[in-house]
């Protein structure tokens, strides 16, 4: 079996279902947005663990945590909006008005294509104590606790020439200066990430000197990940060194001054105030994203050229994770829709579609090919004919001979009209059609709006029955009104009394 006939299979099982009709499409890909200068505000899906079609809880995918691209107006001086809408909204400075502490906005024009119709901007740190700069996510904003992932990867975009300690990104502050729960800093010419866990006070990445220098004025992506055991450091999407290894752990959350998120400084004040440690970053800053998992390689590399992260697939057996409930499968299994082995009560009847959706699991002895359902489709037109285990969930009216587009019903347009003129009787089991048919000879009509009639009667029911489509309803109804048909004077007119 080809396995990437089944991706998607729930949205095919739908759409064949007739549940879904408009945009029904088992594309597991969007386009990607256009690379160019600096990276990062154009479009990019991430997949979710709320996607509708997953079934299990068990799912490897990054999720974004939180997404400030700093595209606001001018006019909105102090609110940076969370484009991931978990509502963890940041704001400049030390309060929600205008202070010391706001860090300016400048506007970066980039070679990406405008994805609120904004100009793209940036956050300017002047990162001189004691009225340094930065902006601030409370720990009481939105949905802040998706900001506490017991895995992580924190990116964002930079231009600095700074050779001293600043803080990128920092969230939480212990006692004193000594760390955060994780947080991307500048130190001694480098870039580094690290993450605070309950054994160690902290696990942090090789540098970023390793790649190249970052810090040269020009733009670089960094992105820092732990995945429960090793801290990574990727830069312009390749990684810095080996990383940081340690026993599974989980990040330390809730320390000793305070939870909130900071841009632009470490802040071990919690009522913002211009006192305490600050460790400031100078430099400009843009697009940062936090998401619930460590991004790998190629999902750095794929940020770096701002193209959309795609769902996992961690066993290759082309179904992805976020569909799959058999997420462990040996490599060069053959596997069902569910991305299953094929066989082992998994799939009773062998014909690539698992139990939980095959509604003809019974049978094994029908041909192939099948409709989603699993059963018997003997136009391979995608709906399933009847159903030999009786209980008749999808049917196809026009069994054979489907070609092009057609209804939920499994009939395309010259089909339905071969019902409406009589010289096609759909299957009774399948669908039992009330109305006359109106046939074009043969018959007479009193006059034309009699035949009009008859169709808009029989079109009537086809639509209830999911039987034609709207828009070739609409044809068959407009020719019917533009026809000749029991007008005085043709042979379907019918004698005057």
């Given at each position: 079996?080809?396995?990437?006939?089944?991706?998607?299979?729930?949205?095919?099982?739908?759409?064949?279902?007739?549940?879904?009709?408009?945009?029904?499409?088992?594309?597991?890909?969007?386009?990607?947005?256009?690379?160019?200068?600096?990276?990062?505000?154009?479009?990019?899906?991430?997949?979710?663990?709320?996607?509708?079609?997953?079934?299990?809880?068990?799912?490897?995918?990054?999720?974004?945590?939180?997404?400030?691209?700093?595209?606001?107006?001018?006019?909105?001086?102090?609110?940076?909006?969370?484009?991931?809408?978990?509502?963890?909204?940041?704001?400049?400075?030390?309060?929600?008005?205008?202070?010391?502490?706001?860090?300016?906005?400048?506007?970066?024009?980039?070679?990406?294509?405008?994805?609120?119709?904004?100009?793209?901007?940036?956050?300017?740190?002047?990162?001189?104590?004691?009225?340094?700069?930065?902006?601030?996510?409370?720990?009481?904003?939105?949905?802040?606790?998706?900001?506490?992932?017991?895995?992580?990867?924190?990116?964002?975009?930079?231009?600095?020439?700074?050779?001293?300690?600043?803080?990128?990104?920092?969230?939480?502050?212990?006692?004193?200066?000594?760390?955060?729960?994780?947080?991307?800093?500048?130190?001694?010419?480098?870039?580094?990430?690290?993450?605070?866990?309950?054994?160690?006070?902290?696990?942090?990445?090789?540098?970023?000197?390793?790649?190249?220098?970052?810090?040269?004025?020009?733009?670089?992506?960094?992105?820092?990940?732990?995945?429960?055991?090793?801290?990574?450091?990727?830069?312009?999407?390749?990684?810095?060194?080996?990383?940081?290894?340690?026993?599974?752990?989980?990040?330390?959350?809730?320390?000793?001054?305070?939870?909130?998120?900071?841009?632009?400084?470490?802040?071990?004040?919690?009522?913002?105030?211009?006192?305490?440690?600050?460790?400031?970053?100078?430099?400009?800053?843009?697009?940062?994203?936090?998401?619930?998992?460590?991004?790998?390689?190629?999902?750095?590399?794929?940020?770096?050229?701002?193209?959309?992260?795609?769902?996992?697939?961690?066993?290759?057996?082309?179904?992805?994770?976020?569909?799959?409930?058999?997420?462990?499968?040996?490599?060069?299994?053959?596997?069902?829709?569910?991305?299953?082995?094929?066989?082992?009560?998994?799939?009773?009847?062998?014909?690539?579609?698992?139990?939980?959706?095959?509604?003809?699991?019974?049978?094994?002895?029908?041909?192939?090919?099948?409709?989603?359902?699993?059963?018997?489709?003997?136009?391979?037109?995608?709906?399933?004919?009847?159903?030999?285990?009786?209980?008749?969930?999808?049917?196809?009216?026009?069994?054979?001979?489907?070609?092009?587009?057609?209804?939920?019903?499994?009939?395309?347009?010259?089909?339905?009209?071969?019902?409406?003129?009589?010289?096609?009787?759909?299957?009774?089991?399948?669908?039992?059609?009330?109305?006359?048919?109106?046939?074009?000879?043969?018959?007479c009509y009193r006059n034309h709006g009699a035949y009009v009639s008859c169709v808009d009667h029989m079109i009537e029911e086809l639509l209830e029955k999911r039987v034609v489509r709207f828009a070739c309803a609409e044809a068959i109804q407009e020719q019917a009104s533009q026809s000749n048909i029991g007008k005085r004077g043709t042979p379907t007119h019918c004698p005057e009394d």
């Amino acid at each position: 079996m080809n396995t990437n006939l089944w991706n998607k299979a729930y949205l095919r099982y739908i759409c064949a279902a007739g549940l879904l009709t408009i945009g029904c499409s088992a594309a597991s890909e969007g386009p990607a947005t256009k690379g160019g200068e600096k990276g990062g505000d154009g479009e990019g899906k991430v997949y979710s663990v709320d996607d509708e079609l997953h079934l299990s809880a068990t799912i490897n995918d990054p999720v974004l945590a939180g997404w400030w691209k700093f595209n606001e107006s001018l006019l909105t001086t102090q609110s940076l909006f969370d484009s991931s809408m978990n509502d963890n909204l940041a704001f400049r400075g030390s309060t929600f008005g205008v202070d010391a502490n706001d860090p300016t906005r400048s506007d970066i024009q980039s070679a990406f294509p405008l994805d609120t119709g904004l100009t793209p901007r940036s956050l300017m740190f002047a990162g001189t104590p004691p009225a340094h700069d930065f902006a601030t996510v409370l720990s009481t904003e939105g949905d802040f606790a998706k900001l506490e992932p017991e895995k992580i990867s924190v990116e964002t975009w930079i231009k600095t020439t700074m050779s001293g300690t600043g803080y990128i990104i920092s969230k939480g502050a212990a006692a004193g200066c000594s760390a955060g729960s994780y947080a991307l800093y500048v130190t001694g010419g480098q870039v580094k990430f690290y993450v605070q866990t309950p054994t160690s006070l902290f696990r942090e990445s090789p540098g970023s000197s390793l790649v190249k220098n970052v810090l040269d004025g020009t733009w670089h992506q960094v992105i820092g990940t732990f995945d429960g055991t090793m801290v990574r450091l990727y830069v312009d999407g390749v990684q810095a060194g080996t990383g940081t290894t340690g026993a599974a752990e989980s990040i330390k959350y809730n320390l000793g001054k305070h939870n909130n998120l900071y841009f632009g400084a470490y802040n071990d004040d919690p009522t913002l105030a211009q006192t305490g440690c600050q460790l400031p970053f100078t430099g400009a800053m843009d697009n940062v994203r936090i998401y619930k998992n460590a991004l790998n390689a190629a999902e750095a590399a794929r940020r770096y050229a701002n193209l959309e992260l795609l769902p996992r697939d961690d066993d290759g057996d082309g179904v992805p994770n976020n569909h799959d409930e058999c997420p462990s499968t040996a490599p060069g299994t053959q596997v069902n829709t569910l991305g299953c082995p094929i066989g082992g009560g998994l799939d009773k009847d062998s014909d690539g579609v698992s139990n939980l959706i095959d509604r003809c699991d019974a049978d094994t002895t029908q041909a192939m090919p099948v409709a989603a359902d699993g059963c018997h489709d003997g136009d391979g037109d995608g709906v399933s004919d009847e159903p030999r285990d009786g209980t008749g969930v999808i049917r196809d009216v026009c069994p054979v001979g489907t070609f092009g587009v057609r209804s939920a019903r499994g009939c395309s347009c010259p089909q339905v009209r071969t019902i409406v003129n009589g010289t096609f009787t759909p299957d009774p089991a399948s669908v039992e059609i009330e109305s006359e048919p109106c046939p074009t000879t043969g018959v007479c009509y009193r006059n034309h709006g009699a035949y009009v009639s008859c169709v808009d009667h029989m079109i009537e029911e086809l639509l209830e029955k999911r039987v034609v489509r709207f828009a070739c309803a609409e044809a068959i109804q407009e020719q019917a009104s533009q026809s000749n048909i029991g007008k005085r004077g043709t042979p379907t007119h019918c004698p005057e009394d």
